[in-house]
């Protein structure tokens, strides 16, 4: 029986690699060009890492966790890598450096969710994360650089919505009147919504589910969500963000119902969705986490960051061009071919020739069909006289030239 791969994770096949590679160099391009530097952490942490940081009423950790025991130690693929980064941050002292901190990450991601277009078990994420600032500038910063990254790749119909859920003291008073407010038909509401009632209210207003989503459509709680709860600091905040949005011309709406499925997220959150996409058309989510360095044991350090899902991505913006060799040598003689192939190489110029030693028309085949640009051609006669034939493989021209100028021609 053949095996095959686990249910929700994909290939990436040769043929597609390339795809891949031009969203990791545009990303790094982009990241690196603002000082962001790259961070990796293990794909595996110890589950209480991701029970604390990303919170135990979140579905993340209470449905979606890849979760073993080894040698009686609890261990979670990462599902997410914000929390990986802050314990990577507190464990390596990286506080002591020259703030504030700018990360950015990619890599695979694991989630025990049922697979369909644009949810899979394993997937992949890029994401940046900036630490120590807590003013909003740094909130407008990390917007715009996601904005940027979508804008490099040609993603199509993007908008942006954005959110103050306030702080763990004004949000208090918002999770009593949500209490409040659903309580008398409590019973009604799913079993996940009943235990966010007691853990977390505000993700009730984030519940896919219909009947909860009509039972949320009341007037009461409409009132509640469009008040002002939050306090002064937080819509100060909220102020600035929208300020600095509007200098950097970004256009956003504001969704009084975005609280998004992490935890620890404080003051803003956002999310960009593609009305290319879906069902699933979230492409990016993110916010304010000042509470999490130090719900992980490190010290008081404000935070805000994003992720988005390069599946999602890779689905809707326009093929980049393959990579392809610039020349293919195409000799019967194998002990020319192999000096000159290897000449080339040394050069930085991509050079691929036949191992199999075909016929010569075969061979020239071969440097049409890998779409080659040139084919340089080493017959009896160019060996015989110390020349090479170089041969546009577009054009169909061709040169014969001493072999020493070749560089000069490619
Ligand atoms: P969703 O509401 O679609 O489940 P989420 O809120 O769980 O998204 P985040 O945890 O914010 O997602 O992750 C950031 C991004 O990662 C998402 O906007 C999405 O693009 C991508 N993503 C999340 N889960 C998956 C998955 N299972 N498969 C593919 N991409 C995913
Ligand atoms: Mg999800």
């Given at each position: 029986?053949?095996?095959?791969?686990?249910?929700?994770?994909?290939?990436?096949?040769?043929?597609?690699?390339?795809?891949?590679?031009?969203?990791?160099?545009?990303?790094?391009?982009?990241?690196?060009?603002?000082?962001?530097?790259?961070?990796?952490t293990p794909i595996f942490e110890s589950t209480e890492l991701f029970q604390r940081g990303?919170?135990?009423?979140?579905?993340?950790v209470?449905?979606?966790m890849y979760t073993f025991i080894q040698k009686e130690r609890s261990l979670t693929l990462r599902p997410?890598?914000?929390a990986g980064?802050?314990r990577?941050?507190?464990?390596?002292?990286?506080?002591?450096?020259?703030?504030?901190?700018?990360?950015?990450?990619?890599?695979?991601?694991f989630?025990?969710?049922?697979?369909?277009?644009?949810?899979?078990?394993?997937?992949?994420?890029?994401?940046?994360?900036?630490?120590?600032?807590?003013?909003?500038?740094?909130?407008?910063?990390?917007?715009?650089?996601?904005?940027?990254?979508?804008?490099?790749?040609?993603?199509?119909?993007?908008?942006?919505?954005?959110?103050?859920?306030?702080?763990?003291?004004?949000?208090?008073?918002?999770?009593?009147?949500?209490?409040?407010?659903?309580?008398?038909?409590?019973?009604?509401?799913?079993?996940?919504?009943?235990?966010?009632?007691?853990?977390?209210?505000?993700?009730?207003?984030?519940?896919?589910?219909?009947?909860?989503?009509?039972?949320?459509?009341?007037?009461?709680?409409?009132?509640?969500?469009?008040?002002?709860?939050?306090?002064?600091?937080?819509?100060?905040?909220?102020?600035?963000?929208?300020?600095?949005?509007?200098?950097?011309?970004?256009?956003?709406?504001?969704?009084?119902?975005?609280?998004?499925?992490?935890?620890?997220?404080?003051?803003?959150?956002?999310?960009?969705?593609?009305?290319?996409?879906?069902?699933?058309?979230?492409?990016?989510?993110?916010?304010?986490?000042?509470?999490?360095?130090?719900?992980?044991?490190?010290?008081?350090?404000?935070?805000?960051?994003?992720?988005?899902?390069?599946?999602?991505?890779?689905?809707?913006?326009?093929?980049?061009?393959?990579?392809?060799?610039?020349?293919?040598?195409?000799?019967?003689?194998?002990?020319?071919?192999?000096?000159?192939?290897?000449?080339?190489?040394?050069?930085?110029?991509?050079?691929?020739?036949?191992?199999?030693?075909?016929?010569?028309?075969?061979?020239?085949?071969?440097?049409?069909?890998?779409?080659?640009?040139?084919?340089?051609?080493?017959?009896?006669?160019?060996?015989?006289?110390?020349?090479?034939?170089?041969?546009?493989?577009?054009?169909?021209?061709?040169?014969?030239?001493?072999?020493?100028?070749?560089?000069?021609?490619?």
């Amino acid at each position: 029986m053949i095996i095959k791969a686990p249910k929700g994770t994909d290939d990436i096949t040769a043929q597609d690699s390339y795809i891949w590679q031009f969203m990791e160099n545009k990303a790094q391009n982009l990241f690196e060009n603002s000082n962001y530097k790259e961070i990796r952490t293990p794909i595996f942490e110890s589950t209480e890492l991701f029970q604390r940081g990303v919170g135990d009423s979140t579905d993340i950790v209470n449905k979606e966790m890849y979760t073993f025991i080894q040698k009686e130690r609890s261990l979670t693929l990462r599902p997410e890598n914000t929390a990986g980064v802050v314990r990577a941050y507190i464990e390596n002292g990286m506080h002591r450096l020259p703030g504030p901190l700018k990360l950015w990450y990619k890599g695979p991601m694991f989630r025990y969710e049922r697979p369909q277009g644009g949810r899979k078990r394993q997937f992949h994420q890029v994401g940046v994360e900036l630490l120590g600032i807590q003013e909003a500038i740094a909130d407008a910063e990390v917007i715009k650089l996601a904005m940027e990254y979508l804008d490099e790749l040609n993603i199509p119909g993007l908008s942006l919505e954005i959110n103050n859920i306030g702080c763990p003291e004004c949000r208090n008073d918002f999770r009593d009147k949500i209490r409040n407010a659903v309580q008398p038909g409590l019973n009604m509401f799913c079993a996940d919504c009943k235990v966010r009632y007691d853990k977390n209210p505000l993700r009730m207003l984030d519940c896919k589910n219909q009947t909860c989503k009509e039972l949320l459509d009341t007037e009461e709680l409409k009132e509640i969500i469009n008040s002002d709860y939050i306090c002064q600091e937080c819509s100060d905040h909220f102020d600035s963000l929208k300020n600095y949005l509007d200098i950097l011309n970004i256009e956003y709406t504001i969704n009084k119902k975005l609280v998004r499925g992490l935890d620890y997220y404080t003051k803003t959150v956002f999310e960009i969705t593609s009305n290319n996409l879906g069902a699933q058309n979230a492409v990016c989510g993110g916010g304010r986490y000042d509470g999490l360095v130090k719900i992980l044991g490190g010290k008081d350090t404000p935070a805000v960051g994003w992720a988005m899902g390069m599946e999602r991505l890779m689905a809707i913006m326009p093929a980049p061009k393959p990579n392809k060799i610039k020349a293919f040598v195409v000799s019967n003689n194998i002990d020319k071919a192999l000096e000159l192939v290897f000449k080339l190489r040394s050069r930085g110029i991509s050079t691929d020739f036949d191992l199999a030693n075909r016929k010569f028309v075969k061979q020239l085949d071969k440097a049409s069909k890998l779409n080659a640009d040139y084919a340089v051609i080493l017959g009896e006669d160019e060996i015989n006289f110390g020349k090479v034939t170089v041969k546009n493989l577009k054009t169909s021209e061709q040169q014969t030239i001493s072999e020493d100028k070749i560089f000069g021609h490619l």
